[in-house]
């Protein structure tokens, strides 16, 4: 294992999860710079196969990673598959760590999530809110895998020098994302539920929880750039917050994403699904500090995704999900 801790720019990189909606952004805005980008399906590597990662580290010698690759779900998904969530993001991130830090990976940038602070921070949510309390329950077991990955790029760099960084992006929505209403997040199964019901003529589209929640969403493509400029400038040993400052409440977004999919009937509320926590809008003060900004507004990235998924549905498997062949 090698301690060369310098940032700039990579040569390989591997892009762990590069067919999901963030690595494919990843992989477009690392078409602009100077970089081999090397990608495996899940079918060519299982990423929760010890054995396959250290392989394929070995073989490869990338010389940075970026960690996309993840189960990843909604609300629901989160609280119905605990042993999926928690179990899978363990063994892919440890997996995919531990063989990078083997093989000599000089520069490792890990992909957390806003969920990883407790359920009641203080709002903006800071870096050093981590691990002051108590976890939104419908994905703690997520946020628990995630914490570890964090706690595990830290402890990377306090025993061996490596220059492993952990990025906590908001939500996210944008191109290739899930459109499976029972497993995705609630912007892309909005734009579905509302552009299905203007087609079938449907007078009220259901909401999950009570519209009450606050959400801060980003543009994949602005996620990317960020991660990319993480990549290049940041190496520091706390996580770092990647949000838009964009917070709208889910009833608001709903109305919105209606307008935009010429919806024009009722929106019904059904308080039998899960709010989750009432607030998760981030602090991204750090990272503007060092020079970086987002620039899709909310309204233009909600427009554009809802032409991306009329352009592109016919090819999404039938549970809305990207098909396998790229
Ligand atoms: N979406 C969001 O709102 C947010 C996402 N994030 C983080 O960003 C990262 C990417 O998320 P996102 O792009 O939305 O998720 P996606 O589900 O769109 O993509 C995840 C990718 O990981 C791959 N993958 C999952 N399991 C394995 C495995 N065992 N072996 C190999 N590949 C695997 C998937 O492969 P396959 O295509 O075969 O399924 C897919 O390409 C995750 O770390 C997530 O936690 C953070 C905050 C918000
Ligand atoms: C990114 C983040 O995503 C997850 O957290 P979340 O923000 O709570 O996720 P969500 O997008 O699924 O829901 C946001 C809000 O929206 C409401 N909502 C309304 N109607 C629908 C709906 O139709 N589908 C969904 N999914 N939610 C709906 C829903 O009830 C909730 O109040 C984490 O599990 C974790 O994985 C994580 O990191």
Redesign the pocket.
């Known amino acids: 294992m090698t301690a060369e801790s310098s940032t700039g720019p990579a040569r390989r990189i591997f892009v762990?999860?590069?067919?999901?909606?963030?690595?494919s952004a990843i992989c477009r805005r690392l078409a602009r710079e100077k970089a081999e980008i090397i990608t495996r399906?899940?079918a060519e590597?299982?990423?929760?196969d010890q054995r396959a990662v250290a392989e394929f580290f070995a073989n490869e010698r990338p010389d940075a990673v970026i960690?996309?690759?993840?189960?990843?779900g909604g609300i629901l998904a989160n609280d119905r598959q605990p042993v999926d969530f928690l179990q899978?993001n363990l063994q892919?991130q440890t997996n995919v760590i531990a063989a990078a830090a083997d093989h000599g990976v000089r520069r490792l940038v890990f992909?957390?999530?806003?969920c990883i602070y407790p359920k009641f921070a203080e709002q903006p949510i800071r870096e050093d809110a981590l691990m002051t309390g108590p976890l939104e329950p419908t994905n703690q077991w997520y946020a628990i895998a995630?914490i570890a990955g964090v706690y595990l790029c830290q402890a990377y760099r306090r025993q061996h020098g490596l220059s492993y960084v952990s990025a906590m992006?908001?939500?996210?929505?944008g191109p290739?994302?899930?459109f499976d209403l029972a497993t995705s997040?609630v912007l892309p199964a909005l734009i579905r539920k509302f552009v299905e019901a203007r087609e079938t003529g449907a007078e009220t589209v259901e909401i999950w929880g009570s519209g009450t929640p606050l959400r801060e969403f980003m543009h994949v493509d602005d996620l990317a750039d960020a991660i990319v400029f993480l990549l290049e400038t940041y190496d520091g040993d706390e996580p770092i917050n990647v949000g838009s400052g964009q917070e709208v409440s889910i009833r608001d977004l709903a109305t919105l994403i209606a307008r935009e999919a010429g919806f024009a009937g009722e929106l019904r509320f059904d308080a039998t699904k899960p709010d989750g926590t009432p607030r998760k809008l981030m602090d991204s003060g750090r990272l503007h500090a060092l020079g970086w900004r987002p620039r899709v507004a909310l309204e233009d990235g909600i427009r554009q995704t809802i032409r991306w998924y009329l352009d592109n549905r016919a090819a999404l498997g039938a549970d809305g999900r990207?098909g396998s062949s790229q």
């Open positions: 762990a999860g590069h067919r999901g909606m963030v690595g399906t899940r590597l299982d990423l929760t960690l996309a690759a993840a189960r990843v899978d892919i992909l957390g999530s806003s995630k992006p908001t939500n996210l929505y290739n994302d899930n997040h990207t």
